[in-house]
């Protein structure tokens, strides 16, 4: 596949990346704010998770917060 067709075929949510925002770099946090959720979900402190989520993942707090904020702001298709 070509770097053209690559983007012809993901065209609509590129658009719509661009449009919000979002970097495509934003995709390596994935697993973080997934735990968060699920930390979250098992009724952990937020302070708790924050920290502990920085630890395992070598980030600062500041960017935990930070991709938890933005993870969780809807976007307009």
Same mark, same amino acid.
């Given at each position: @596949?070509t770097?053209? =067709?690559? !983007?012809? @075929?993901?065209? $609509? ?8 925002? !979002? +970097? %495509? $770099? =934003? +995709?390596?946090?994935? %697993?973080?704010? =997934?735990? &968060?959720?699920?930390? /979250? ?6 302070? &708790? #998770? !924050? ?7 070598? #980030? $600062?707090?500041? /960017?935990?917060?930070? !991709? /938890?904020?933005?993870? +969780?702001? &809807?976007?307009? %298709?």
């Open positions: @596949m770097r053209y =067709e690559f !983007i012809k @075929m993901a065209e $609509s949510v590129l658009k719509v990346c661009d449009r919000e925002g !979002i +970097a %495509p $770099s =934003e +995709a390596a946090y994935l %697993p973080v704010y =997934e735990d &968060w959720v699920r930390l /979250t979900g098992e009724g952990h402190k937020k302070v &708790w #998770i !924050i920290a502990y989520l920085a630890q395992q993942y070598g #980030i $600062s707090e500041a /960017t935990i917060k930070r !991709i /938890t904020k933005k993870f +969780a702001k &809807w976007v307009k %298709p």
